[in-house]
């Protein structure tokens, strides 16, 4: 049944692409922002975290404009991820990525605009450090959510483009860690449940073929 859903998955995918009337790559600079409370859950400690992180990195993304205004969207990011927990005096400072798909459609498309609006499912990773009186920590996080976006293009010619667009979504559960000074006894798992928001906004070029 799970290699069905994967080759089922992967056809509609290439099909997708195959079949459309035109793809778009978005190339763009992101500013991911999100909030969320993280509910620790392990042998060394039960409480919950505010967790609080902005993010600057690289975003591309390929649409897909079928005849029929149905629309295909795949991304994936990239950057520098600035986090700030409760009762840590110092931010965490490191690596930020993710990838997203999500249907949708393309309400407008004209010769000189195009707006798509999407649904998405997204993966997310990242990893950060600090340390503070000689004390080295280590936060590893991976994160799926759920979510919309909505992208504005605005075409100069066939072929190329200006876009501004924002993803806008809810974190689903979160598995991570938290390492004290490289000791696995002060190793503590988070699990997060459906909760807190994030926005993405991001403006770039966009490539037509």
Do not use: C
């Not at 950057?79 to 993710?98: C, M, P």
């Not at 459609?105 to 993966?123: A, Q, R």
């Amino acid at each position: 049944m799970k290699k069905f859903l994967f080759f089922a998955f992967g056809a509609v995918i290439l099909s997708s692409a195959v079949f459309a009337k035109e793809t778009v790559h978005n190339l763009d600079v992101s500013v991911p922002v999100d909030k969320r409370e993280l509910d620790i859950d392990s042998d060394y400690s039960k409480r919950n975290v505010d967790e609080n992180s902005v993010s600057v990195g690289f975003d591309y993304s390929m649409m897909t404009i079928n005849e029929s205004g149905f629309s295909f969207i795949f991304g994936a990011n990239i950057g520098y991820a600035s986090t700030k927990l409760e009762k840590l005096d110092n931010r965490l400072e490191g690596l930020d990525s993710g990838l997203k798909l999500g249907w949708g459609g393309i309400p407008v498309n004209l010769n000189n605009f195009v707006l798509g609006l999407h649904g998405f499912f997204g993966f997310g990773f990242r990893t950060q450090k600090f340390s503070e009186d000689s004390v080295d920590f280590k936060w590893t996080l991976f994160n799926t959510k759920i979510g919309a976006d909505i992208v504005a293009i605005y075409r100069f010619n066939d072929r190329v483009g200006i876009n501004a667009s924002v993803d806008l979504f809810t974190n689903l559960p979160v598995i991570g860690s938290l390492d004290i000074d490289g000791n696995s006894k002060n190793t503590f798992y988070f699990f997060d449940g459906v909760g807190g928001i994030g926005v993405v906004p991001k403006i770039g070029v966009s490539l037509f073929f």
